[in-house]
């Protein structure tokens, strides 16, 4: 899809596309499509993340609830968005054996209770192998910091997604 074709875009076909960049949080393409036109793909993806940078930290703790624990009951239940469960199953936690999952679903819970939102990684970055030890790590971290460095994880699942959408085409800039 080149920038012409995103430029052109009415508001209901632009949100339809880009609805789901940020996890469950349209309301963030919706935004994003009054600051067109766009000069490339970078462009675009500024405007999501600045909307992510500019909201309050309830804002931001918002998206974060938004996405569905990793190898959680969504994903059993197979209520994850198409591009939640794709990453999910890229990275083998569709295929967790029991004890595997309940070691996840202990740590997500851990983490729930300490920081107010879900663990969040970009999974098609990680496997099933890494994901608890990140997740152990993680819990550690101090909560202002932890808040950044989950943000920064929702900016790596949006920039993939961009980059599923736009394909080669919308990566060339001037
Ligand atoms: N909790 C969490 O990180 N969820 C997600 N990560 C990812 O890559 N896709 C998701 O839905």
Redesign the pocket.
């Known amino acids: 899809m080149d920038m012409e074709k995103v430029n052109s875009m009415d508001f209901g076909e632009f949100v339809d596309v880009f609805g789901n960049v940020v ?1 469950r949080c349209p309301l963030i393409a919706a935004a994003v499509w009054s600051q067109r036109p766009f000069s490339n793909s970078e462009d675009l993806e500024k405007h999501f993340f600045a909307f992510i940078d500019a909201l309050p930290q309830s804002g931001q703790e918002g998206i974060l609830r938004c ?4 190898a ?1 009951r969504e994903l059993q239940q197979g209520t ?2 198409a ?2 469960r794709r ?2 199953r890229g ?1 083998g936690l569709m295929s967790l054996d029991a004890a595997e999952r309940l070691r996840l679903a202990e740590l ?1 819970a851990q983490y729930r209770a300490r920081f107010g939102f ?9 496997d099933r192998a890494a994901v608890p030890g990140e997740l152990a790590r993680r819990l550690q971290r101090p909560p202002a910091e932890e808040l950044c460095t989950a943000l920064g ?1 929702v900016k ?2 949006g920039r ?1 997604r961009l980059a599923d959408l736009l394909g080669a085409a919308g990566l060339a800039g001037p």
């Open positions: 996890e996405h569905p624990d990793l959680g994850l968005t591009e939640s990453e999910q990275a997500n879900p663990f969040v990684l970009a999974a098609r970055l990680s994880e790596k699942i993939l």
